[in-house]
């Protein structure tokens, strides 16, 4: 095969997903490769990094062989993957400990941080155990292994510097650690000084369509690629997976809807909502990406369908779809896993309210679709008080494929709503990386124009919009009243 090709690559938490591309970031093969999670105690979440490696071994193969090409194809290669994971490192590259994941609780915040305030004024996030610095700090105090650690990575970095020899991240993977200063561009004296972690002990920050370095002896054993081709910085799938469905300029809301549902808006100017309900961070291509990092949505449904005995996800569409609008006054809190929306109330817990005699199923069907999209407008309403731009919302992910779902957010937001084409689009994301750190491509925007597609776009009913305002203030009043039992 003559064609250059382009591998993408992402690191999931349940798997890994590796896409081949030709230079105008036409999709040609996919392949992915799965893994566990550890759960070793309450609270606790771990991966081996080893199995990301076996992953990758197996996919790409898979994944040329399904094109008909071969190693000799390939011009270049990135990598996107979950955030906020922490790995001790030994001065050869090797893992000292198994990762500890996002999902992984059992860090503590030390007490010399600043107050939550100004430790956004600073970071853009909130303080919170779930990321890279207090994990840092709970693997040096507690595993005697990674005292002696060489440098800590992320996962994306971690593979990154397998394949290279280089340790690196990006300013968005950066700007998750806490760690990490947005007006100053890097890592931030008074905090490593907080969280006792010398600078020499974390990779190096650079954009994520820069070139980390060139696949060097390990890295072609890894990959089965050939040594010397280029290998994107990268960045974490929260930047990667809104990218890869074309994302590069400000004004669509990207609604990456799965297990989780991720919502994020980008800006040209660095703004930071000093209520903590929306994160700000570094974004490809110079902009600044503000997100709420999600809540149970995709769960939710996955719980409602076990719960109830429906069928299956269409079947529960077909309920709501029969429910009116507003559900009959019952209104559902999406907050299985604790709240993100319209408050950051780790405590919180789910419910319905409302319910009487006359509700069945499919009320509480459509109850469960709404109370998400209600979460969702809590997130565009900050956006608009903080004057970031939002003309319409891309959906990504499973949850895209539901029409009716669709349809429901775009009456709840008054927004044209866009359904992506394609699931998966953080490997699609990490292959634009490749493409311009190999040159192959100038920039993130004209690679986000060449993989902007749509399947349906769905324009707002204004025959529902007072009705909707109406259950819109009946949720938040639910969830300031219960907000005291949480």
Request: hydrophobic share 45%; net charge negative; charged share 20%.
């Amino acid at each position: 095969m003559s064609t250059q090709l382009i591998i993408g690559i992402d690191i999931g938490t349940r798997g890994l997903k590796v896409v081949v591309a030709d230079t105008q970031l036409r999709i040609l093969a996919e392949a992915a490769a799965g893994y566990g999670v550890s759960f070793p105690r309450p609270g606790w979440a771990e991966q081996d990094p080893l199995l990301w490696e076996k992953a990758l071994g197996e996919a790409i193969p898979e994944a040329l062989k399904s094109v008909g090409a071969g190693p000799g194809d390939i011009e270049a290669v990135g990598i996107a993957g979950q955030l906020d994971g922490c790995i001790a490192t030994s001065k050869d590259g090797f893992p000292l400990a198994p990762c500890l994941i996002w999902m992984d609780r059992r860090a503590d915040m030390p007490q010399e941080i600043a107050p939550a305030s100004e430790f956004r004024r600073i970071t853009g996030i909130n303080p919170d155990p779930g990321h890279m610095a207090a994990k840092i700090r709970w693997l040096i105090d507690n595993e005697p292994d990674c005292r002696d650690a060489s440098v800590f990575h992320q996962p994306v970095s971690y593979m990154v510097s397998r394949l290279t020899g280089e340790n690196v991240l990006d300013y968005g993977l950066a700007s998750t650690t806490m760690l990490y200063s947005l007006k100053e561009r890097g890592y931030d004296p008074g905090l490593l000084e907080s969280f006792g972690i010398d600078r020499a002990l974390l990779p190096a920050i650079a954009e994520a369509s820069s070139l980390a370095g060139r696949l060097n002896a390990t890295g072609a054993a890894l990959t089965g690629l050939p040594k010397g081709l280029p290998v994107a910085v990268g960045t974490g799938d929260d930047f990667s997976s809104p990218l890869g469905a074309g994302l590069a300029s400000p004004g669509r809301v990207a609604c990456v809807i799965g297990t989780a549902e991720v919502v994020g808006a980008l800006d040209t100017s660095l703004k930071i909502d000093e209520t903590g309900l929306l994160e700000t961070h570094e974004y490809p291509g110079g902009l600044y990406y503000i997100e709420n990092p999600g809540w149970l949505s995709g769960g939710a449904l996955v719980w409602f369908i076990k719960t109830f005995g429906i069928k299956n996800f269409k079947e529960m569409d077909r309920l709501a779809a029969q429910a009116p609008v507003g559900a009959n006054e019952l209104t559902f809190i999406p907050a299985l896993s604790g709240a993100m929306a319209p408050k950051w109330v780790p405590t919180a817990r789910g419910c319905f309210y409302g319910l009487t005699a006359m509700h069945g199923v499919e009320h509480m069907a459509r109850a469960v679709l709404e109370g998400c999209a209600y979460a969702m407008r809590d997130v565009i309403e900050r956006w608009r008080e903080m004057s970031v731009p939002v003309d319409s919302i891309l959906l990504m992910g499973g949850g895209a494929r539901s029409d009716v779902w669709s349809q429901i957010r775009a009456d709840i937001s008054g927004l044209p709503v866009e359904q992506s084409d394609r699931v998966d689009t953080s490997p699609v994301g990490a292959a634009m990386l490749a493409a311009v750190a190999s040159g192959l491509q100038p920039d993130v925007s004209v690679c986000a124009d060449l993989v902007k597609q749509t399947t349906l776009t769905l324009e707002p009913n204004n025959a529902n919009r007072s009705a909707y305002d109406d259950s819109y203030a009946a949720y938040r009043r639910l969830f300031d009243s219960l907000q005291p039992m949480f």
